[in-house]
């Protein structure tokens, strides 16, 4: 059998850990046999980060945007803990954030649905894949304890001179206060990620916020959302047959709970932070859940949402048996996989990441799962297999299909 060609490279970014030893086992079992990869190779395990001052994870970021898409590993964000683990001479951010500060880009993380891997919530049928804003608001707050009576104002000095001052409260005792901002620039590059990600899936967006309350804040969101979908994606939308919906955020959780599935919702920051971590859990796994940037110039990484599996790389050190869930990873590879082939007009390679989801989605449906799925699967029987193991039956199917 002849290898699926690629006309354009892929930006390969490796990690640490566990998931560094499952993304070899995914290329040479999975990948290699069919695609004649070519890729851009950045290494982001930890060690090669410290030897580059960190150099390397802008680099892998800025070959992103010459390429347009990439796929990330998990990788270690230094703590004290990993200073002295790896003898680092600095504690460097997080790579996801540096990436993300370079591409400027939202996050997007979708559930990857199985059969007897049940969501608790029974009626969805599809994904719902959320957005957050990841700049601003109470993440970048001002605070401040008030111990007792006094009056707190909201003044703005314009560059001009010009004063802007308003009564908050007048305090009659002890209280809290807080101050926090957006800015209509990191705004406007949150709608236009969140309706070119809608258009690439071709699911319908919602976007959610309180404007009824907050008037000049949520209301900037709202307009702009708005403005943007009317002069940009309007009607790109209308050709798919997708829609753009706007409601509060207490209206679309009660309504998230009664659809099918099947939608992309976009999130402010803190309603991003609390209700990924709800849908992550209600379908099931985090092992179960990509994870894709998209910047607003059209710039995709795609990754899985858990991290290195610290516990499990630790066992496999001591030469134990691990078996850790290599599905996120594996989509992480073929979404992007399938995001090169359709730039590049490669059906071949398009096809390929299709075949390889459908292969992995049907290996853990006839029963064959790592642990942390036969825990929760409705399956009768499953089959528990180590990490290779697992990756191997996925290329048994792949073959089959
Ligand atoms: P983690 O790697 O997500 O793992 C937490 C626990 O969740 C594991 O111990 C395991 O539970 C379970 N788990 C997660 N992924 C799994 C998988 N694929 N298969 C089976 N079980 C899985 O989080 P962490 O241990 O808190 O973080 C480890 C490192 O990852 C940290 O250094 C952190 O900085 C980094 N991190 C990176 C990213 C990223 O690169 N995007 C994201 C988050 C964290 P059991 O042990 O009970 O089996
Ligand atoms: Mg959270």
């Known amino acids: 059998m002849e290898k699926i060609r690629m006309k354009t490279p892929l930006v390969e970014i490796d990690g640490d850990e566990m998931t560094r030893i499952l993304w070899k086992m995914i290329k040479e079992e999975l990948l290699e046999p069919y695609i004649d990869l070519n890729t851009e190779y950045y290494d982001l395990g930890l060690k090669h ?31 004290a803990a990993r200073m002295e683990e790896y003898d680092l001479k600095e504690m460097y951010r997080s790579p996801n954030g540096t990436i993300r500060a370079i591409l400027d ?7 990857i649905l199985v059969k ?47 004063v802007s001052e308003q009564t908050i409260f007048r305090f009659d005792g002890p209280g809290v206060l ?33 404007d009824t309350i907050s008037k000049i804040y949520d209301g900037k ?43 992309v919702w976009a999130c402010k920051n803190y309603d ?6 709800m849908l992550s859990s209600a379908f099931g796994s985090l092992a179960m859940m990509t994870s894709v940037l998209v910047s607003p110039d059209g710039y995709y990484e795609y990754e899985a ?15 134990e048996e691990t078996s850790t869930n290599s599905v996120a990873t594996i989509f992480a590879w073929s979404g992007a996989l399938r995001k090169r082939g359709e730039l590049d007009g490669n059906q ?25 799925l036969v825990q929760i699967t409705t399956i009768q029987n499953p089959r528990k297999v180590n990490s290779l193991e697992f990756i191997q039956a996925i290329r048994t199917t792949l073959e089959s299909l």
């Open 116 to 162: 007897g891997i049940d969501p608790v919530v029974s009626r969805w049928e599809k994904p719902i894949t959320i957005a957050r804003h990841a700049y601003g608001d109470v993440y970048r707050n001002t605070e401040y304890r008030v111990n007792g009576k006094g009056t707190a104002k909201l003044v703005f000095e314009a560059e001009d001179g010009t």
């Open 272 to 277: 991003g932070d609390v209700f990924s971590d």
């Open 305 to 319: 949402a858990h991290g290195t599996v610290q516990r499990h790389y630790y066992k496999y050190l001591n030469g």
């Open 221 to 263: 969101f709202k307009e702009i959302f708005q403005r943007i979908y009317d002069e940009e994606f309007k009607t790109a939308f209308e050709q798919e047959g997708i829609t753009y919906f706007y409601t509060l955020i207490d209206d679309a959780v009660a309504r998230i709970m009664k659809s099918k599935g099947g939608i």
């Open 178 to 210: 807080q101050g926090m901002y957006n800015l209509d620039a990191s705004i406007e590059s949150f709608a236009r990620s969140c309706f070119r990600y809608a258009l690439s899936v071709k699911e319908d967006l919602w976007f959610s916020s309180k």
């Open 348 to 372: 071949e390679l398009t096809a390929f990441a299709d075949k390889l989801e459908k292969a992995t989605i049907e290996t853990i449906e006839q029963g064959v799962m790592t642990g942390d």
């Open 105 to 111: 880009g939202t996050v997007f993380r979708t559930p």
């Open 49 to 79: 980060r410290d030897e580059t001052g960190d150099q390397v994870t802008a680099e892998a970021a800025n070959a992103i945007k010459k390429y347009g898409v990439g796929v990330k590993c998990a990788t270690i964000t230094p703590n």
